[in-house]
């Protein structure tokens, strides 16, 4: 199994950033997929945030409240792919976002960060 983000970077307040993870090693289109983000001073993996997941169909499950109506979750089954749309990115969501595999695998991490 391997999921690898990216789209991560440095964005001012108000921008946008898409993430998206690409997987290999599994049959994608068979799992629901979850977008998580990690803030400075949480180091332990329990710490994550739930940010937001999808359906292995591609139905938008949750988001977090933080996140809901400036967050869209995606996928392509066909690429093997799920993205991230950030929009009105502000300054507490700067963290390092990972993608993980049901309630299993996870990626390496990309980190946004919204900063002026």
């Known amino acids: 199994v391997q999921l690898v983000e990216s789209g991560g970077g440095l964005v001012q307040p108000g921008g946008s950033l898409r993430l998206s993870c690409a997987a290999s090693g599994f049959t994608f289109s068979s799992y629901a997929m979850s977008w998580y983000r990690q803030t400075p001073g949480k180091e332990r993996e329990l710490e994550r945030e739930?940010?937001?997941?999808?359906?292995?169909?591609?139905?938008?499950?949750n988001y977090a409240d933080s996140v809901k109506g400036r967050f869209t979750i995606s996928r392509d089954n066909a690429k093997n792919t799920v993205d991230l749309q950030m929009n009105s990115l502000k300054s507490e969501d700067t963290a390092v976002y990972y993608c993980?595999?049901?309630?299993?695998?996870w990626g390496q991490g990309t980190q946004v960060t919204v900063s002026s």
């Open positions: 739930l940010v937001a997941t999808i359906s292995s169909a591609g139905r938008a499950l």
């Open positions: 993980r595999r049901g309630l299993g695998a």
